[in-house]
């Protein structure tokens, strides 16, 4: 079984203890008042008047609390099958959520953030590792690399070079200028190359694995934003001759002229463009940011001055164009817009720049659980892979046995075993190309590791993990112990509730009622059609009912005055329909039919009582249950610390 480093668990305790504050104990517990106040400032989030009032009246509510989660752990309740297994779905739900560095969040946010501001125009050069003939070739690649930093160096034009020398497919079309780019544009070690070279400069060599790579920044402007267009597109076929080239020519051109005189764009995009998913839309494209599409298509998008202007015919290597601006969304300059940051946020999770956040991990499994790479050769360890996995002979002897220890996390040791398994699954190249070599392999196996380990331990290096996961367990065992020694009990009782119904009768009392059906409607538009049909028969309202079943809930039954919508300054008579009102925190709406009415107040029968004798008689079974729990647990209250947290 794997367990966390004794010498991790000590840390964390008396690191816990040096800072640790009592308010209050209750039989051989104690609670700090950092978790207290963690609590109360949850619960009570609005501006009091009276805080120190406050803070004791939920004091008194969290110690009992803390006692019945208590009981319930002194029972084993954390042991049912229901608790472990919401447990850890929970777990299982927000653990992903954790594992990255807050810090490096931020940081990335805001450093993705000023980049929204700004669009970079870009060439580009590519060395690609693969010879004319397709096949690797590193050593190639290499001399072909310095040749053209030579000749950059010695100021050659860098298009020019780019032209001559790049191996990118598209510098054909594009002499080397890819266009505007801005974030989340490119992967993010070319746009960190890019943002960081000064305009009309160019980059270090950035290296992929396909090539090397070189940019140069030929200007800057502000963000342009994103951009709502139509367009029509006139595809031309592979291999058509010049005739058929210059029949779709003409067709481009002819639209042109009917969209200039009037002639619906949406009409004529459905019926001859070639891109058939913005065609089946009237020609309508998904919102259009920087660095999407080829430069040529966007030079002339970009260029439309305002809304509803339309291009001429223009082309690029997909055919000819007609496009017309809808509108643009400028991009977001304040740095306070949550929904922007958030998005930004959600982008960087999903991009590759997210991979640095394994680096926090690493480190922090290293630092706080101990991480220890035991005295081994490769050579062996090599050997045996292959032999295990390849049917290779074994030449270096046994010197690497299945339980022989590789390296260790805390007190979880791994071993030959673990690493063969990790080994088979990925040794291979994901492009298909071979296997990875053996080092490599290794270096992930550890990394991955590290990785599960974290999660599997989240609860020892992330505090607010630890506390939403014990929330959440604390929580599922007071519903739990409640649900068994409370409101069960309360419920299932008949003789008790009877015997206080008996006692009490004086207490269950219809105030002014009526006996009314209320119609409950998702909406306000929903509520009128239904009141409007209703009126003309109110006496069929259950006809009425039938017919909008999905959309609203109807409750015949008796009423106290100020249960009906609709009531406020209305004194109700038998055959009155109320008019609908409508509910401002989620838009429902809601009236009633008043069949009789009752301006004295009447004895409810048991049956009618029940559901308040049950609040009662619990209440009754939580007093008592109450008084035994502190006698179990004996509370003392730290009336000088109480004091310095009310302030």
């Given at each position: 079984?794997?367990?966390?480093?004794?010498?991790?668990?000590?840390?964390?305790?008396?690191?816990?203890?040096?800072?640790?504050?009592?308010?209050?104990?209750?039989?051989?517990?104690?609670?700090?008042?950092?978790?207290?106040?963690?609590?109360?400032?949850?619960?009570?989030?609005?501006?009091?008047?009276?805080?120190?009032?406050?803070?004791?009246?939920?004091?008194?509510?969290?110690?009992?609390?803390?006692?019945?989660?208590?009981?319930?752990?002194e029972r084993r309740y954390d042991t049912l099958p229901q608790v472990k297994m919401e447990v850890s779905n929970l777990r299982t739900q927000i653990a992903e959520n954790y594992m990255s560095d807050p810090e490096l969040v931020s940081r990335m946010s805001n450093e993705a953030f000023q980049r929204s501001l700004k669009d970079i125009h870009v060439a580009h050069i590519f060395i690609s590792f693969r010879n004319a003939g397709g096949t690797i070739d590193m050593n190639a690649a290499k001399e072909k690399k310095e040749t053209v930093i030579q000749r950059l160096q010695k100021g050659e034009d860098f298009l020019q070079v780019t032209q001559q020398t790049s191996d990118d497919p598209a510098v054909k079309n594009n002499k080397g200028d890819i266009g505007y780019i801005t974030v989340f544009t490119l992967p993010y070690t070319f746009e960190n190359a890019i943002y960081s070279t000064p305009t009309g400069k160019y980059s270090t060599v950035v290296e992929s694995k396909s090539g090397y790579h070189i940019f140069k920044t030929l200007g800057e402007r502000k963000a342009a934003g994103k951009l709502k267009a139509q367009q029509i597109l006139l595809a031309i076929p592979p291999g058509a001759d010049e005739a058929t080239k210059k029949q779709i020519a003409t067709l481009a051109d002819s639209l042109y002229k009917?969209?200039?005189?009037?002639?619906?764009?949406?009409?004529?995009?459905?019926?001859?463009?070639?891109?058939?998913?913005?065609?089946?839309?009237?020609?309508?494209?998904?919102?259009?940011?920087?660095?999407?599409?080829?430069?040529?298509?966007?030079?002339?998008?970009?260029?439309?001055?305002?809304?509803?202007?339309?291009?001429?015919?223009?082309?690029?290597?997909?055919?000819?164009?007609?496009?017309?601006?809808?509108?643009?969304?400028?991009?977001?300059?304040?740095?306070?817009?949550?929904?922007n940051m958030q998005e930004l946020e959600q982008k960087i999770r999903t991009d590759s720049r997210w991979e640095l956040s394994r680096d926090f991990i690493f480190n922090q499994v290293k630092t706080k659980a101990g991480f220890k790479k035991f005295t081994y050769d490769d050579a062996a360890l090599w050997n045996m892979t292959d032999s295990v996995l390849d049917n290779k002979p074994m030449n270096l002897g046994w010197a690497i046995k299945a339980g022989t220890p590789l390296f260790a996390i805390g007190d979880s040791v791994y071993d030959a075993t673990n690493w063969v398994n990790y080994a088979n699954m990925y040794r291979y190249k994901q492009d298909g190309s071979g296997p990875k070599p053996h080092a490599q392999v290794r270096d992930e196996w550890e990394q991955f590791t590290m990785i599960n380990y974290y999660k599997d331990h989240l609860e020892s290096f992330n505090d607010d993990f630890s506390y939403q996961m014990n929330e959440f367990k604390d929580g599922n065992l007071f519903f739990e112990i409640m649900q068994q020694e409370i409101w069960n009990k309360a419920q299932n009782d008949s003789a008790a509730l009877l015997e206080l119904y008996e006692k009490n009768k004086k207490n269950y009392l219809w105030q002014k009622s009526a006996d009314a059906v209320i119609f409950f409607c998702s909406d306000e538009t929903t509520a009128k059609t239904v009141y409007n049909i209703v009126k003309k028969n109110p006496k069929d309202w259950k006809k009425v009912a039938e017919m909008y079943t999905e959309k609203i809930v109807v409750d015949s039954s008796k009423f106290e005055w100020n249960q009906i919508p609709g009531m406020e300054k209305i004194v109700p008579k038998p055959g009155m329909l109320l008019a609908p009102t409508v509910n401002k925190t989620d838009n429902t709406a809601s009236f009633a039919y008043i069949v009789n009415s009752y301006s004295q107040p009447m004895q409810r029968t048991f049956t009618e009582a029940r559901g308040m004798l049950i609040n009662d008689y619990q209440d009754i079974l939580e007093k008592k249950w109450d008084e035994e729990l502190k006698k179990k647990y004996p509370v003392v209250i730290d009336q000088k610390v109480l004091a310095e947290t009310s302030k």
């Open positions: 079984m794997k367990r966390i480093s004794l010498f991790f668990v000590t840390a964390v305790l008396l690191l816990s203890a040096a800072s640790a504050q009592t308010l209050f104990t209750y039989g051989k517990y104690a609670v700090d008042v950092k978790d207290f106040l963690r609590a109360y400032n949850k619960n009570n989030s609005q501006p009091v008047t009276d805080k120190a009032k406050s803070i004791s009246d939920y004091l008194e509510l969290y110690i009992k609390s803390r006692l019945k989660i208590q009981e319930a752990y009917r969209i200039l005189a009037g002639d619906n764009f949406n009409r004529l995009a459905s019926s001859f463009s070639n891109d058939y998913i913005s065609g089946a839309a009237g020609g309508l494209m998904p919102d259009i940011g920087v660095g999407q599409y080829d430069p040529a298509f966007e030079s002339v998008i970009w260029s439309l001055a305002k809304d509803g202007a339309v291009s001429k015919p223009f082309m690029t290597s997909h055919g000819w164009h007609i496009v017309k601006r809808i509108s643009v969304k400028p991009v977001i300059t304040d740095p306070k817009d949550n929904m």
